[in-house]
């Protein structure tokens, strides 16, 4: 594994790791794009594991995130729409830069995988794949989300961020740390049945312009994404398609997935073998 940072192009350092095949040519790349609060660190038995399939596989911190954060979040400014126009483009080329030719996929969990619309597009990118990628607004969430989401909102958040500075959600187990201005964007989101597209008439056209078509996975014990959230969020793209892929944890050979454990061990490769057509692998 090969650690370095990549510069955005309005000045932040991102942490990204790098998993390279051994002894082989990669036959693909894979950019793996990280939930909202989740580590890159969460994702590296899988990116492993997509070493051993002859892929180069790339993970990466958002700003305000994991490694790619201050030591002290109380001052640190950043939007959750720059994650989608700053850090993402940044990785796209410096991974096409990198693999010059080689086909890029990329695989967005939840919030990684919900603002690809918003992101400009890559002409190396050919597979698009998201997971539990659905809307934050109540209705849309799956339950019992729904009927505690609004203390989350309206007590938890407010509390923390008074209290830090920031939302400090290591604290409470709830989604990891995360700047003022991250969760303040992502608050007005969720309060939206417009969701992501309540940012403005310009993102819509984004969703609206991607061509590629998109996997979009759904595994059905997600207590936080549901079917109708994961639609709301994947309408969006009117000018593509969208293969909707709804799984049982049975179907990967695992007693649960969730919202968060396709890609922890216990999923395993006999899970994750099942991810390789959605990358264009097979």
Request: glycine share 10%; net charge positive; charged share 15%.
């Amino acid at each position: 594994m090969e650690s370095f940072r990549v510069l955005t192009a309005d000045g932040h350092s991102l942490a990204a790791r790098c998993f390279k095949p051994h002894g082989e040519a990669a036959k693909r790349a894979v950019i793996i794009a990280c939930a909202l609060g989740v580590p890159q660190s969460f994702y590296t038995r899988y990116a492993t594991w997509l070493t051993q399939q002859g892929c180069v596989a790339y993970t990466f911190d958002w700003r305000g995130m994991g490694e790619s954060a201050p030591d002290n979040l109380r001052h640190y400014r950043a939007k959750l729409i720059d994650w989608a126009l700053q850090d993402a483009p940044a990785m796209m080329a410096l991974v096409a830069q990198r693999h010059p030719g080689l086909p890029i996929s990329w695989f967005g969990h939840s919030m990684g995988g919900i603002l690809f619309g918003a992101m400009p597009q890559h002409p190396q990118i050919d597979h698009v794949v998201t997971l539990g990628s659905g809307s934050g607004y109540v209705e849309h969430l799956a339950k019992p989300l729904r009927y505690v989401i609004g203390a989350f909102w309206h007590v938890i958040v407010p509390l923390s961020v008074a209290r830090h500075g920031y939302y400090a959600g290591r604290r409470i187990n709830a989604v990891g740390d995360l700047p003022r201005g991250i969760v303040a964007q992502w608050k007005r989101w969720c309060a939206s049945p417009k969701f992501v597209l309540s940012e403005g008439e310009h993102i819509r056209q984004a969703y609206a312009g991607v061509k590629l078509p998109i996997t979009a996975v759904l595994f059905t014990d997600d207590t936080m994404a549901s079917p109708a959230g994961i639609r709301a969020v994947h309408q969006a793209y009117t000018g593509t398609r969208v293969d909707y892929l709804t799984l049982r944890p049975q179907d990967v050979g695992a007693r649960s997935v969730g919202h968060f454990n396709f890609f922890h061990g216990r999923t395993g490769p006999q899970g994750w073998r099942h991810s390789l057509p959605w990358l264009g692998l097979a």
